[in-house]
Structures are given as structure tokens and as C-alpha cells.
């Protein structure tokens, strides 16, 4: 299942990639709905039923509110940093990035929650932190082109080298923390309430209001809301289907095995994206040395937070 999870997020960044002719949001508030639905099902087949909200206690009722936090910065603010950031950076350099997770959750957890850094979980940042630094020598690198997505001369998919900005790394390390402080705050709402399945359900319905709360004084937003079916092609549908897929799952894998092997066998999200993205659909050009290294010692120093 954590494998699964990998490939899930990994097919998501591809279908991702590929919505930038999409129209509205292009997929953002479609993938909470679909995240909703899913993990409405589960909760409702793990057993938990609506009769929680009947009688909550006072400890329940401030697991939910933490969900919310979490849905907040996960579903509103880490979900859309994160389609812009697979738009703007591509799916290697988005993946490579998004191994800032651990790096901000490590750090958060100590501040937040008073967890102590090991050894080892310092020696993760540090890798982790020379992985980012790679990504950012080869932007700064006059022969470091990046590759995107485009269309070839037969109508599919053709990698074109062009120049990065640097703001985009800046979207995907927001993504990052977004989706960090998302974790700290879930796994204090589980002290509360013990339910994760639950708490994915409010987490997506929080993001789904706060997206309609944005409506009513956004016009872009508004008008997201208004076609959020309308602009629906079949990328927007499967990068919301797999992306919810891959947190679930991941969830799921975690009730079966430690958390740090199944940390482990998600972080290979990376290398299958470069095998997809580079070798089977051809999305983007072969990665240099920078990419690969970064990748390498993003994924270790994740290993070491995990272990650690």
C-alpha cells in the first residue's frame, strides 16, 4: 500500500503537469471534493457512522477543531501551492522539493509539540537541506535548463528546455511547510480524537467551505466555484482521484507497518516520477547530475528523519 501510495502521488504530479490548459483553478477545489467523497466512505464503512456528532464531548470537539486547522493548511493553502508548484517546477523538481515535508515537520514538531531531534533526525535535515541546496546550484547554474511539457510535432507530449524563476522554488517550499504544519496539527487532533478517516473527512470539508467563504468576496473564486464542473477534463479528474488515492492509502499503510518504512517506501515517489516522467511519457528532459543527487540525498535524509 505504500508503494501504491508512491505511484498515486506520483501519476497525480504527471496528470497535474498536464493541466495547464485547463480552465477555473485547474483542479485545486475538484481534488478536495473528491478527497471528501473518498474519505466520507471510508469513515462511514470503518464504522464510525454521523452518531459521533450527536453526543461529542469536549475532547471531541477539539480533535475537530484541529482537523480544521489541518484542513486549512492542507486543502486550501499546501493543495494549491502544490498543483502550482508541479505547473511551475515540473514533476521531478516538484517531487525533489517536496521532500521538505520531513524538514519542516521535524522542525515544527520541536516547536510546536516539544518533541525532541535525534541524532539521526538532525543528520536527515542536513541531507535534506543539501538536497534543496543542489536543486537551487542548478537553478542558479547557467547550463541547467529545465524541462517542460509541451506539444511535439505528432501531437504528443515533447520535452522543451526553458529557464526557471526563482519564485517558483518558493511556491514549492511553501507547499512544503503548508502541508508540514498540516501533519502537526492532525496528529495533535488524533490526541483528541483517534479517527483518522474522520479527520481527513473534515479536514477536505473545512477546505471546502473556506473555498466557498472566499466566494462570497473573490470574483476568481467565485467564479472557480461556479465552474468547478464545468472546467472538469479528464487530467483535472485523474490528478483528484490519484492525489486522494495516495493519501489514503498512505494512511492505510500506516495502520499495517511503522511509520518509518512506510516513510521509507514513500519517498521512492521521487525516482518513480523521474522513471515515468523521463522514460515512459518523455514530459521532460533527462535530469543532470544536480536533479539526481538532490534527489538521492533528499530521500536519505528522509530515511534518517524516519528512522530517527
Known amino acids: 500500500m505504500a508503494l501504491a501510495s508512491a505511484c498515486s502521488f506520483s501519476g497525480s504530479n504527471l496528470a497535474i503537469s498536464r493541466t495547464t490548459a485547463s480552465g477555473g483553478d485547474k483542479g485545486v477545489m475538484f481534488s478536495v471534493l473528491v478527497t471528501l467523497g473518498f474519505s466520507g466512505v471510508l469513515w462511514w464503512i470503518a464504522g464510525s457512522g454521523a452518531g459521533i456528532f450527536q453526543s461529542l464531548s469536549a475532547q471531541e470537539v477539539t480533535g ?34 517536496k521532500r521538505l515535508n520531513p524538514f519542516f515537520s521535524v522542525l515544527l514538531a520541536a516547536l510546536i509539540l516539544h518533541e525532541t531531534i535525534t541524532g539521526p533526525d538532525m543528520a536527515g535535515i542536513v541531507l535534506i537541506a543539501i538536497g534543496f541546496g543542489l536543486l537551487i546550484y542548478e537553478r542558479m547554474s547557467h547550463a541547467a535548463p529545465i524541462a517542460q511539457a509541451s506539444t511535439g510535432a505528432g501531437g504528443g507530449p515533447a520535452a522543451v528546455a526553458t529557464r ?18 498540516a501533519y502537526v496539527t492532525r496528529k495533535i487532533g488524533l490526541g483528541y480524537l483517534p479517527d483518522p478517516a474522520l479527520g481527513t473527512f473534515i479536514s477536505a470539508a473545512t477546505g471546502l467551505v473556506v473555498f466557498c467563504l472566499l466566494g462570497l468576496f473573490s470574483s476568481r473564486h467565485r467564479a472557480n466555484l461556479a465552474g468547478i464542473f464545468r ?21 492505510a499503510a500506516l495502520a499495517y507497518e511503522s511509520v518509518s518504512t512506510v516513510v521509507m517506501i514513500a519517498s521512492l515517489e521521487v ?21 539526481i543527487l538532490s534527489a538521492v540525498f533528499a530521500t536519505m535524509g528522509v530515511v534518517l528523519v524516519a528512522g530517527g
Open 164 to 181: 526557471l524563476p526563482a519564485a517558483a522554488y518558493v511556491v514549492g517550499v511553501l507547499a512544503a511547510l503548508s502541508y508540514a504544519f
Open 231 to 251: 472546467h472538469l477534463d479528464r487530467w483535472i479528474v485523474l490528478s483528484a482521484v490519484l492525489v486522494s488515492s495516495g493519501q489514503i492509502l498512505l494512511f
Open 271 to 291: 525516482f518513480v516520477s523521474m522513471f515515468l516522467s523521463v522514460v515512459v511519457f518523455r514530459l521532460e528532459l533527462r535530469p543532470g547530475l544536480p536533479v
Open 64 to 97: 475537530i477543531l484541529w482537523f480544521a486547522i489541518a484542513g486549512i493548511s492542507a486543502m486550501v493553502f499546501g493543495r494549491t501551492l502544490l498543483y502550482q508548484s508541479v505547473r511551475r517546477l515540473g514533476v521531478l523538481r516538484a517531487s525533489a522539493v
